[in-house]
């Protein structure tokens, strides 16, 4: 299994947020600690905005900030809405499903098993337990 970039990326500019608490992050600041496009990262926050995780302000002084609490962010939710919308496997896709083996084929049963416990898994954790206590994250991602 392989998170998409833009998964990636939603995590990271969360965690920068996060790092960054009660203040207005600009996308450039983002974009060069994360080591991702500009352009990129712009589908990324737009989304995340989108969703409730980040707030956004527009004008000269604006940027982005959490959108709620880092404790109130789960990172199973995240990943759902980045990652739900794609198929884990072929056979997960009603339209694009050309395998010969589904009607016979119990490996589905087993790849959705493992996906919920994996969201599960990432249900546990919120935003702030990535951020709080971890000293060289905030190194990495405090801005000056």
């Known amino acids: 299994m392989r998170l998409t970039t ?3 990326l939603a995590m990271r500019t969360l ?3 996060a ?3 009660g203040r207005i992050v600009r996308k450039q600041e983002v974009a060069d600690a994360c080591n991702a496009s500009e352009n990129h990262l712009a589908q990324v926050i737009h989304l995340l905005a989108q969703r409730g995780f980040l707030k956004t302000v527009r004008g000269r002084s604006g940027g982005l900030t959490l959108g709620r609490a880092a ?3 789960r990172v ?3 990943f759902r809405s980045f990652e739900a919308c ?3 496997a072929e056979c997960f896709s009603a339209e694009e499903n050309s395998c010969p083996l589904s009607a016979a084929c119990a490996l ?3 790849l959705t098993g493992a996906l919920a416990a994996f969201y599960a898994a990432l249900d546990k954790v919120t935003v702030a337990e990535l951020v709080n206590g971890n000293s060289q994250l905030h190194a990495l991602l405090k801005a000056a």
């Open 6 to 8: 833009r998964t990636n």
């Open 108 to 110: 589905k049963g087993v």
């Open 19 to 21: 790092v960054n608490k």
């Open 76 to 78: 199973g939710e995240v």
């Open 71 to 73: 404790d109130d962010i």
């Open 86 to 88: 794609l198929p884990f």
């Open 15 to 17: 965690m920068y947020c």
